[in-house]
């Protein structure tokens, strides 16, 4: 009996000490759980502040670009994080007996939150596209539009406001049946380009002192060169033709005409009326009575207003054609182009400085590099026009009745190139 009784008495202790030792184990695996779980709350926050700060950042637009500096401090600061919590892992590892598992767990999680190199690298692709985004847009706000010249003159009926484009359009149309051949003096057997010159010269000089309109001027010197063309003429009655080319643009431009008797003084008395009379229905025989053709003077009048001009560059420009009206060379451009270029060389003078804006080039039909030969002539031109003996042009816009335009600086910088 007594023997038996120790053997149950041995054997309740061993099972007592044994669920003891149990209920130990087990209250040691709860606290070293609750100590992992307590040292994991930390990692989790940092990991979770980390992914919403990354993206706060892929989802605002509108943050800081990244910039070379700005990612070398990133990248100094997650190396900071990085040894912080290398340096919490060893503490933990050192505290309890669970710290590998603890170890390898974090360093997935970590390694999950560590940036891409390359993202740093997919932003410059995006940041070139915003800049030349920005690029077009500037172009588009720096491109110059073009104005609407005739919207102040819409309620005057003289203006034609409504169908000036059509009128224009036609003039462009036919104004080479206006224009001669740069070359037509070579069948001249008297007379040369030096003696048309001299001519045009004289006949500037007569129509400021008749106190002419433009029109008259520039219509004269082209029935001057349309029948030479046609023509043949001794040097000798080359005046005669000059002037009653002048007596047939004043018919047509003019409201109160000079009689024969004052053409026929002013020239000395060279001529009879007879022989005026002759030539005169030689001529417009010879041009088949077509005097209405569109001249320099027709186009420079829509130039200029599409330049904005005030009376400086007017009276500029004016000077400029006028002195190219003299040479023979400037017969090869066509006169659209003629009073384009005397435009743009004026404002080059007046400003100082290259100037063609997009409305000019719109109304013009003409480019500025279109225009760099005819303006360089007209620069070239203008320079001389105070020397030599066919000062006729300079002399006359010398005058304060011409607000002294010839004495304006000419381009010269438009000759360098």
């Given at each position: 009996?007594?023997d038996?009784?120790?053997?149950?008495n041995?054997?309740?202790?061993?099972?007592?000490?044994?669920?003891?030792?149990?209920?130990?184990?087990v209250?040691?695996?709860?606290?070293?759980?609750?100590?992992?779980?307590?040292?994991?709350?930390?990692?989790?926050?940092?990991?979770?502040?980390?992914?919403?700060?990354?993206e706060?950042?892929q989802?605002?637009?509108?943050?800081?670009?990244?910039?070379?500096r700005?990612?070398a401090?990133?990248?100094?600061?997650?190396?900071?994080k990085?040894a912080?919590?290398?340096?919490?892992?060893s503490?933990?590892?050192?505290?309890?007996?669970?710290?590998?598992?603890?170890?390898?767990?974090d360093?997935?999680?970590?390694?999950?939150?560590?940036?891409?190199?390359?993202?740093?690298?997919?932003?410059?692709?995006?940041?070139?596209?915003?800049?030349?985004?920005?690029?077009?847009?500037?172009?588009?706000?720096?491109?110059e539009?073009?104005?609407?010249i005739?919207?102040?003159?819409?309620?005057?009926?003289?203006?034609?406001s409504?169908?000036?484009?059509?009128?224009?359009?036609?003039?462009?149309?036919?104004?080479?049946?206006?224009?001669?051949?740069?070359?037509?003096?070579?069948?001249?057997?008297?007379?040369?380009?030096?003696?048309?010159a001299?001519?045009?010269?004289?006949?500037?000089?007569?129509?400021?002192?008749?106190d002419?309109?433009?029109?008259?001027?520039?219509?004269?010197?082209?029935?001057?060169d349309?029948?030479?063309?046609?023509q043949?003429?001794?040097?000798?009655?080359?005046?005669?033709?000059?002037?009653?080319?002048?007596?047939?643009?004043?018919?047509y431009?003019?409201?109160?005409?000079?009689?024969?008797g004052?053409?026929?003084l002013?020239?000395?008395?060279?001529?009879?009326?007879?022989?005026?009379?002759?030539?005169?229905?030689?001529?417009?025989n010879?041009?088949?009575?077509?005097?209405?053709?569109?001249t320099?003077?027709?186009f420079?009048?829509?130039?200029?207003?599409?330049?904005?001009?005030?009376?400086?560059?007017?009276?500029?420009?004016?000077?400029l054609?006028?002195?190219?009206?003299?040479?023979?060379?400037?017969?090869?451009?066509?006169?659209?182009?003629?009073?384009?270029?005397?435009?743009?060389?004026?404002?080059?003078?007046?400003?100082?400085?290259?100037?063609?804006?997009?409305?000019?080039?719109?109304?013009t039909?003409?480019?500025?590099?279109q225009?760099?030969?005819c303006?360089?002539?007209?620069?070239?031109?203008?320079?001389?026009a105070?020397?030599?003996?066919?000062?006729?042009?300079?002399?006359?816009?010398?005058?304060?009745?011409?607000?002294?335009?010839?004495?304006?600086?000419?381009?010269?910088?438009?000759?360098?190139?």
């Amino acid at each position: 009996m007594k023997d038996s009784e120790k053997c149950s008495n041995s054997n309740a202790i061993e099972s007592d000490v044994s669920q003891g030792l149990e209920a130990r184990k087990v209250g040691q695996n709860r606290r070293a759980l609750g100590v992992i779980n307590h040292n994991m709350i930390p990692n989790k926050r940092a990991v979770s502040e980390r992914n919403e700060v990354c993206e706060k950042k892929q989802g605002d637009p509108v943050h800081r670009p990244i910039t070379r500096r700005f990612a070398a401090k990133i990248a100094s600061t997650q190396k900071l994080k990085a040894a912080e919590g290398t340096t919490k892992r060893s503490n933990l590892t050192s505290s309890n007996g669970f710290g590998d598992c603890i170890f390898v767990d974090d360093e997935h999680k970590l390694a999950e939150d560590q940036p891409v190199p390359m993202a740093l690298e997919k932003t410059e692709p995006m940041r070139n596209e915003s800049d030349e985004m920005d690029e077009v847009e500037m172009e588009d706000m720096m491109d110059e539009p073009v104005m609407d010249i005739d919207i102040s003159d819409a309620n005057d009926p003289l203006a034609v406001s409504e169908y000036i484009d059509d009128l224009y359009a036609y003039y462009r149309k036919v104004e080479s049946t206006g224009c001669v051949s740069p070359n037509y003096m070579a069948d001249q057997f008297d007379i040369n380009e030096r003696m048309r010159a001299i001519l045009i010269d004289w006949l500037v000089e007569v129509h400021d002192k008749f106190d002419l309109v433009h029109e008259t001027l520039f219509l004269t010197v082209n029935l001057i060169d349309r029948f030479l063309e046609k023509q043949s003429v001794v040097r000798k009655k080359l005046q005669l033709v000059g002037l009653v080319a002048m007596l047939l643009a004043c018919k047509y431009e003019e409201v109160s005409v000079p009689v024969v008797g004052d053409l026929i003084l002013i020239s000395d008395r060279a001529y009879s009326r007879k022989e005026v009379l002759e030539m005169e229905k030689l001529m417009v025989n010879t041009l088949k009575f077509n005097i209405s053709v569109p001249t320099a003077y027709v186009f420079i009048r829509r130039f200029l207003k599409a330049a904005q001009a005030d009376r400086k560059l007017e009276l500029l420009a004016f000077f400029l054609v006028e002195l190219s009206l003299v040479e023979y060379a400037m017969l090869k451009f066509p006169p659209s182009q003629l009073a384009a270029a005397a435009v743009y060389t004026a404002q080059c003078a007046t400003n100082g400085f290259k100037q063609w804006s997009k409305t000019c080039e719109w109304h013009t039909n003409y480019s500025e590099d279109q225009l760099l030969e005819c303006s360089s002539l007209m620069v070239d031109f203008h320079k001389k026009a105070g020397t030599g003996k066919l000062t006729g042009a300079h002399r006359k816009y010398c005058t304060s009745k011409f607000i002294f335009t010839a004495k304006c600086e000419p381009a010269s910088f438009l000759l360098e190139n």
